[in-house]
């Protein structure tokens, strides 16, 4: 078997293809296969993705993202209308090719008091996973109510499920506007992938990779759109979000830099590749929302002062990507909330089917 295996090899060699540049796209056939039968991806396969997305600098995440986008039609939604300021198709293309030219778009004061009110309380009366991650006093995560007098991590995770099951975070998931936005850009039916909320805070004062306060970019899907919503006022020394504007476009990060593979990327080395004009750093008040393809390079800036919280919802063109705990919706408050997701099942997928591996 070896000596056949290294003939192939060899053979591939000689017409100028590599074979493990054709081993991976066999992988990641599979895992589409796989990930329709199970709702899961295999791990060879999402690593195979993430391989050529390296090799051929993002080039291959589009062509199979156009194949996906060939295959899952979009949904027909009766409005719109939501959270985000738009009220026809124009302003609908207009929010889409702002995103395709820049890889972000920021619209301040999405989210009202109220609702800035409520997920500041749920922040700060719901347990939540504390990671000290690099900290050098632990790395068990613990959940605890976040104690601002007494912090013990840089990172504090809320459970998926439990926000999922709350009834103001299902009302922004079923929000039509944002997802007329993804649909838009995704060119398919967008599924709702990836629930999250947490704080970032003070308790270490250098950056770390693995709180993602450093440069990367996110592989989570084939394509995917991310919607980051201020809930607390954000300012330069309480962790902003940064972006460098067009990274998301194949072909804008440096074969250098990819060459690395999936590794985080320093400030000095983001300073070498691009000229300053192009780091964006998201300064906003509460309920400021910044929609964006982090595919593109990005990071939360180190927080050196305070404490901010983040609320994400993320939209992607198929369930094929990083395996995450299986969480699903349990109870609805809002009637109509209920009817929209009963509606819209191929979005919300990810929340109301079972894997056969659980």
Known sequence: MKLIKLIIVKSFRLI???????????????????????????????HSMINLFCRTRGRSNQIIHKIVSLISSKVKLDSIDGIVPIKSKFDLKKVVKQLDENGYVVFENVLTEEVCDYLYKFGTTTESSARPLYSGRGQVAKNT?????????????????????????????????LIAIAQEYLNCTPISNVTGMWWQTDFEKTPNDEAATMWHFDMDHVRWIKYFFYITDVNTNSGPH???EGTHKPGKIPKKLLKRGYARITDEEIAEAYPENMVREFIGKRG??????????HKGKHVVDGSRLLFQLTFSDHLFGGNYPERKFTKFADSKVKEFISKNPKIFRKYLETSVNQ
């Open 145 to 177: 109510v976040i104690d601002f007098n007494n912090l013990i991590a840089i990172h504090y995770d809320f459970n998926e499920e439990t926000l999922i099951n709350d009834p103001v975070i299902q009302s922004l998931m079923a929000d039509k506007s």
């Open 242 to 244: 940064c972006f460098v």
């Open 288 to 297: 400021t929302l910044i929609i964006e393809d982090t595919i593109g390079l």
């Open 16 to 46: 100028g293809i590599d074979w493990f540049f054709i081993k991976d796209i066999l992988n990641v056939i599979r895992g589409f296969r796989v990930v329709n039968r199970e709702m899961r991806t295999p791990l060879e396969s999402f």
